[in-house]
């Protein structure tokens, strides 16, 4: 069903011009916005919202409905915020999204500023994104140039700017109240809410806060109608989703495929199947703060509501994948310790129980677990999911439990061999 | 039950609250223990610590009782009757305490930790942690005064909450992330916050400790009492703690409608004057040096002086209410003199009378809902700490605040200022009081018509850098509608001023020329016997000085260092026949006392203090009194007794009984108007002082770590204005000359004092500036480069 799909957001991926001004309006770009500025913002608002369009930054809210929420007559600015601090392990599809085509982001961008009576947006760009802000950068100062951005915009007298800001390099930044702080000059640490940020965001202001890839869907749904978007994907998950496959596959990379394709034939029609052929162990369907699934789980759908029936999310649908060479313990070991790097230090289970959590994964994998280790790792987790502050701490929960109910016998076995039962096999594998 | 309240169950009870309660709060008045770390009544929620989970009904995560509101009907069960809630909690703090060095047997805190006390209430009794806890340098120095054990922090951020929303002087930041997250100054800082002791009592466990207390005592081991602090006229409600008869710690005591949680430093830290190797606590008398005597003796030898003589009595600010009123009535009934001040050359007019007749006209929590704040002359945090962060709080509530002095102060993140020079403030306040259409000056013609248009909704706070003009702002205040205050700076000034410790107010500010209001006194008193009106402090001084006074009583006070002007001080005491010291020591008056009495300091009395609102609070003594030291009434009756009369009371019933119809609020009725204005102007330089926080003044002796933090050198200070036409550098050098004297001190040129002036701090390390001052606190004034030795081999 994956080569009969359509491309949408990689439709002009063929197209080296597409990242600039021209070859993106030559290939129909910012026809959206023009069509968006004679409508009234309610207009818009309602489009997005029958078109079932669910943010792509891993809780997927319906977009249209967190437009809604916005109100314009606090006598406040409104402000949109583009969330591009892509930073879950596993997942660069936003990098792509705009290395090849930036304008998209921008008229997406636009079209939401519109929306919500917002005069100016920002860009929240993850600070590794050395070269995607370069690119975007010029991509801005194109739009202005053309007039798709800036004082007059599409000759409309609708006033836009978009402002690129770099974080410093900061997972927790991409928890939108995080990056609000951040954004304001403040330590990079979650908000409480209420209020929420369509409330109270941005300078204690009502604010948007979208993911790039949630953005960049918005202009074809105008221009095409939420008919046209909902003619591929799920009844409740409607739309393409990039996806982006890693680890032990053939051909990694990113691939936009409908929602609800099942993972089998991503990893085999798209990429290549598992390395050398070798048979599947694990996957993660949505980045490694979401519960790891089996070789029993290859025929799920990639969609929110299948993956949750599989007792796991579709997050970023950044998909890890590990073969029978690769140890479980030792990868949860690393992906918790990015979770306790990557704490903001905020609230104590996620600062301490990923910290603990840590050694203790790694002292088992050193091979100095002790039979106490298993139920203290199982409720450990369960002490940290759900409690912290914000969702972080729940992708340090996530690893730990999922690798404990699929992997329970791996963790033993390591304990009782006193040493990582794999790393004979690794040795095979590399001579 | 209004429309507003919420009325919810916690563990079954039912409870209601105003909406927007807390749901930890709500639990609280129920006496449902929830416990908690990061929580602070006083503070923003931070939801960081998660200890405080309860279950909301309904909800499928357990939520911390600190962030969520409550809501109407919502059912909470908490750790008492919820086993998940209680493991939960009980998961955390084996959380909390994996890193925690449990090094409880030598921590301050240990005995009355937060996370000692609910690790044993609500903990697990043993941990699984079997790794390596993690370790810092310790103690790491905040400031002289604050020290970090960063292995005991909990990160629940109160400290550096407390900076951020309380006392605005953000110096405690959080740093680094996840485990590696640690409180900390910034390189090359220090916490140089007069409120940085706040941050080590609300700190839930020994993380930050104070200097002064650190391992001098266990808690379990302090006896002491609930008292007042008298450092200024706030009144923070304190608790003094006393290991073996020694003050080791003063912490605060919560009370929301005077210090909230707070007190400042020099509250905190300034208690060691009692327990100094000066202080007296036998009486003296002088048989060729100071020798002890007994308190018999030493009275019959002062009342005989005193019989038939020309007395004058002149106090402090640290009395209590009850030792104001004694003297007040000691002076005027038995000894029959009005020559009694509690002053230094300061006279605010009618501000003294609304003072002393209107108690709480204006309260501290009057200033969270008043929509604008006029704040005349007042450094309210050098010279009323807590009243500034009061002030902080009524503008995070919305007040706009304006500060009108010469010096900019540190409300300035949050008021607007107008800095003017004294003389021209006060001819402009004369001016608007007397009714002229301006002031002179165009911004103060603002302040003054905003002022007006806020009426009752607006509040004048007048400070003691006024000088004469409070008594104008009075005036301007009473046309306008607003209400009034007159913040005076020392703790006993209020009481002092109930009690007619004042040549011309009588007790209740009853006017002693106006036979009607003083025969209300006499209706209590018996007659006033002086018929003359009395001498203020600089007339009592200057009268010593021309020897016509022959007995002058200092009641808790040092002319020398306090009167501002040293050189007529000096000679009053040297003119004098009998000086007659009552007070903690003897200290410069030494050469000059006849006689001295060791009055008991207010730590270790029972007794009331006035706030600046007029708010009289119970004192309860801390620990006994030292020696043979006791409460100055009781000297001052003791003293009426030898002198062959009676004071009428005996105890403090019997005190308190009498004050009570006397000290009644009376209404002051309208006053005319002062004359017309002067002309708008001043000299052309003129030098101001006023005493800062932490200074040399005896109250502050021996706070060694307070002084190290917070004491600032001597400096002048001057407008680049004033730099440029005067030919000043900033850190060279300045002769600063008035016509009482001279002195050379460094010049720090600021755009944060008013243009035309000089500011000196009145009582800083390296100069007493009551040298340059000839009677009131500014002094028409010149200042130079001073002159730099040519050191040899220089030169062309």
């Given at each position: 069903m994956t080569d009969a799909l359509e491309p949408r957001l990689t439709r002009n991926w063929g197209d080296p011009s597409a990242v600039g001004v021209d070859g993106y309006v030559a290939a129909g770009g910012y026809e959206a916005l023009h069509e968006a500025v004679g409508m009234a913002p309610a207009d818009v608002i309602e489009t997005v919202k029958a078109s079932g369009l669910r943010g792509r930054g891993g809780a997927g809210f319906p977009t249209g409905m967190k437009w809604g929420f916005v109100p314009t007559d606090t006598g406040k600015p409104t402000y949109v915020v583009v969330n591009f601090d892509e930073s879950e392990p596993g997942t660069c599809n936003n990098r792509e999204l705009v290395e090849r085509e930036p304008h998209r982001l921008l008229e997406g961008t636009a079209i939401a500023a519109l929306a919500i009576g917002c005069q100016a947006a920002f860009i929240y760009v993850r600070g590794e994104y050395l070269w995607q802000s370069m690119v975007l950068e010029r991509a801005i100062e194109e739009a202005y140039e053309k007039g798709f951005l800036g004082a007059d915009v599409c000759r409309s007298g609708a006033r836009i700017d978009i402002v690129l800001h770099r974080g410093a390099g900061a997972y927790i930044c991409g928890e939108e109240t995080a990056l609000l702080n951040s954004l304001e000059g403040l330590r990079g640490q979650p908000r409480l809410?209420?209020?929420?940020?369509?409330?109270?965001?941005?300078?204690?202001?009502?604010?948007?806060?979208?993911?790039?890839?949630?953005?960049?869907?918005?202009?074809?749904?105008?221009?095409?109608?939420?008919?046209?978007?909902?003619?591929v994907g799920t009844e409740k998950s409607p739309g393409t989703k990039m996806v982006t496959i890693s680890g032990k596959v053939e051909r990694p990379g990113n691939y936009e495929v409908a929602l609800g394709t099942p993972f089998r034939a991503v990893l085999e029609d798209l990429a290549g199947g598992v390395l050398r052929g070798r048979p599947l162990k694990a996957w993660t369907p949505g980045g490694s703060s979401t519960p790891m699934l089996t070789a029993d789980h290859v025929d799920v759908g990639l969609d929110y509501e299948s993956l949750a029936a599989a007792g796991s999310m579709l997050g970023t649908a950044a998909i890890m994948v590990m073969d029978e060479t690769d140890c479980v313990v030792d990868c949860a070991a690393r992906m918790v310790e990015f979770y306790a790097h990557e704490s903001c230090g905020k609230c104590t289970p996620c600062r301490e129980g990923s910290w603990w959590a840590t050694r203790v994964l790694e002292r088992i994998e050193g091979g100095h677990g002790r039979e106490e280790d298993l139920p203290l790792m199982g409720e450990m987790g369960n002490n940290i999911l759900f409690k912290a502050f914000c969702a972080l701490a729940d992708g340090t929960a996530s690893v730990i439990n999922s690798s404990l109910l699929h992997f329970a016998d791996e963790f033993d076995e390591h304990v009782r061999l006193g040493r990582c039962p794999l790393k004979v096999v690794h040795a095979e594998v590399l001579a | 039950m209004s429309r507003a309240d919420v009325t919810l169950t916690i563990d079954g009870k039912e409870v209601t609250v105003p909406a927007g309660t807390l749901i930890i709060r709500a639990a609280e008045r129920l006496g449902v223990e929830i416990p908690r770390f990061c929580d602070h009544p006083y503070l923003e929620p931070a939801g960081a610590c998660r200890q405080c989970y309860v279950q909301i009904e309904g909800q499928p995560k357990l939520?911390?009782?600190?962030?969520?509101?409550?809501?109407?009907?919502?059912?909470?069960?908490?750790?008492?009757?919820?086993?998940?809630?209680?493991?939960?909690?009980?998961?955390?703090?084996?959380?909390?305490?994996?890193?925690?060095?449990?090094?409880?047997?030598?921590?301050?805190?240990?005995?009355?930790?937060?996370?000692?006390d609910q690790a044993l209430a609500y903990g697990p009794g043993d941990t699984r942690f079997r790794e390596a806890k993690r370790v810092f340098p310790k103690p790491?120095?905040?400031?002289?005064?604050?020290?970090?054990?960063?292995?005991?922090?909990?990160?629940?951020?109160?400290?550096?909450?407390f900076c951020d929303e309380i006392s605005g002087d953000r110096f405690l930041e959080l740093f680094g992330r996840g485990a590696g997250e640690r409180v900390g100054v910034s390189a090359g800082e220090d916490l140089r916050s007069p409120f940085s002791g706040n941050t080590v009592q609300i700190c839930p466990v020994g993380a930050l400790t104070a200097t002064p207390y650190r391992f001098v005592a266990r808690p379990f081991d302090l006896a002491g009492g609930d008292s007042v602090c008298g450092h200024c006229s706030v009144g923070c409600n304190v608790r003094v703690d006393v290991r073996r008869g020694e003050v080791v710690r003063v912490l605060a005591r919560e009370n929301s409608e005077v210090n909230d949680a707070w007190i400042c430093d020099k509250g905190r830290f300034a208690f060691r004057t009692v327990d100094a190797p000066e202080r007296i606590v036998t009486p003296l008398i002088r048989d060729h040096g100071l020798e002890p005597a007994s308190?018999?003796?030493v009275l019959t030898w002062v009342a005989d002086r005193c019989r038939a003589s020309r007395v004058a009595f002149l106090a402090g600010g640290r009395l209590t209410d009850e030792d104001a009123y004694a003297l007040s009535k000691l002076a005027r009934t038995v000894i029959g003199t009005n020559d009694l001040d509690?002053?230094?050359?300061?006279?605010?007019?009618?501000?003294?009378?609304?003072?002393?007749?209107?108690?709480?006209?204006?309260?501290?929590?009057?200033?969270?809902?008043?929509?604008?704040?006029?704040?005349?002359?007042?450094?309210?945090e050098q010279e009323v700490p807590v009243l500034h962060l009061r002030l902080r709080k009524a503008a995070a509530r919305g007040a706009k605040i304006v500060v009108v002095t010469a010096r900019r102060t540190r409300l300035h993140d949050v008021a607007e200022h107008v800095l003017i020079a004294p003389?021209?403030?006060?001819?402009?306040?004369?001016?608007?009081?007397?009714?002229?259409?301006?002031?002179?000056?165009?911004?103060?013609?603002?302040?003054?018509?905003?002022?007006?248009?806020?009426?009752?909704?607006?509040?004048?706070?007048?400070?003691?850098?006024?000088?004469?003009?409070?008594?104008?702002?009075?005036?301007?205040?009473?046309?306008?509608?607003?209400?009034?205050?007159?913040?005076?700076?020392?703790?006993?000034?209020?009481?002092?001023?109930?009690?007619?410790?004042h040549p011309r107010l009588l007790p209740g500010g009853r006017r002693f020329a106006v036979a009607a209001e003083r025969a209300e006194v006499e209706a209590v008193w018996g007659p006033v016997m002086a018929t003359d009106p009395g001498r203020d402090a600089t007339g009592i001084l200057h009268a010593c000085a021309d020897r016509q006074i022959d007995v002058l009583f200092v009641v808790g006070a040092d002319p020398l260092r306090d009167f501002p002007d040293a050189a007529v001080a000096r000679r009053a005491l040297q003119n004098v026949a009998t000086v007659v010291v009552v007070g903690t020591e003897v200290g410069d008056l030494a050469p000059f006392a006849g006689a001295f009495l060791p009055a008991a300091p207010a730590i270790e009395r029972d007794g009331h203090l006035t706030t600046w609102e007029g708010r009289s609070q119970r004192?309860?003594?801390?620990?006994?009194?030292?020696?043979?030291?006791?409460?100055?009434?009781?000297?001052?009756?003791?003293?009426?007794?030898?002198?062959?009369?009676?004071?009428?009371?005996?105890?403090?019933?019997?005190?308190?009984?009498?004050?009570?119809?006397?000290?009644?609020?009376?209404?002051?009725?309208?006053?005319?108007?002062?004359?017309?204005?002067?002309?708008?102007?001043?000299?052309?330089?003129?030098?101001?002082?006023?005493?800062?926080?932490?200074?040399?003044?005896?109250?502050?002796?021996?706070?060694?770590?307070?002084?190290?933090?917070?004491?600032d050198p001597a400096v002048a200070e001057v407008h680049p204005e004033t730099a440029a036409a005067c030919g000043l550098i900033d850190g060279a050098k300045g002769l600063l000359r008035t016509n009482a004297g001279s002195a050379a001190l460094p010049v720090r040129v600021t755009e944060h004092v008013a243009p035309g002036t000089v500011f000196v701090p009145f009582n800083q390390p390296g100069l007493a500036a009551n040298t340059l001052l000839a009677g009131g606190f500014t002094e028409p004034a010149a200042i130079e480069p001073a002159a730099v030795p040519v050191t040899t081999g220089s030169g062309p």
């Open positions: 809410r209420p209020p929420f940020p369509a409330v109270e965001g941005l300078y204690a202001s009502p604010t948007v806060i979208n993911n790039v890839e949630t953005l960049m869907n918005v202009p074809d749904i105008i221009a095409r109608g939420a008919d046209w978007f909902r003619s | 939520a911390t009782s600190c962030t969520v509101a409550v809501a109407p009907g919502m059912a909470v069960t908490t750790q008492h009757t919820n086993p998940s809630v209680a493991g939960a909690q009980r998961a955390n703090l084996e959380f909390l305490l994996l890193n925690h060095p449990l090094d409880c047997p030598i921590c301050d805190r240990g005995g009355e930790c937060p996370l000692q790491v120095p905040m400031s002289p005064l604050v020290n970090l054990d960063r292995e005991r922090c909990v990160l629940c951020a109160r400290c550096t909450r308190f018999g003796e509690h002053r230094r050359g300061l006279d605010g007019g009618l501000a003294e009378e609304i003072a002393a007749a209107t108690p709480m006209a204006v309260t501290a929590k009057d200033l969270e809902s008043a929509t604008l704040i006029v704040v005349l002359g007042l450094d309210a003389a021209r403030l006060a001819a402009a306040l004369r001016a608007a009081a007397s009714g002229s259409h301006t002031t002179g000056d165009p911004m103060l013609d603002f302040v003054m018509g905003a002022v007006g248009a806020s009426g009752a909704d607006g509040v004048v706070l007048a400070g003691e850098q006024l000088g004469p003009a409070a008594g104008d702002a009075a005036h301007i205040a009473r046309a306008a509608g607003a209400r009034f205050a007159y913040v005076t700076r020392r703790g006993g000034d209020r009481g002092a001023l109930r009690a007619g410790v004192l309860r003594p801390a620990r006994t009194a030292s020696g043979l030291s006791r409460p100055d009434w009781e000297i001052m009756a003791g003293l009426a007794i030898a002198l062959g009369g009676d004071l009428g009371f005996e105890t403090l019933e019997e005190l308190h009984a009498e004050m009570a119809g006397l000290l009644a609020p009376r209404r002051i009725v309208e006053r005319e108007p002062p004359p017309t204005p002067g002309p708008f102007a001043g000299p052309d330089l003129e030098l101001f002082t006023y005493p800062l926080l932490v200074d040399e003044g005896r109250l502050s002796a021996g706070a060694d770590e307070l002084k190290a933090a917070l004491q």
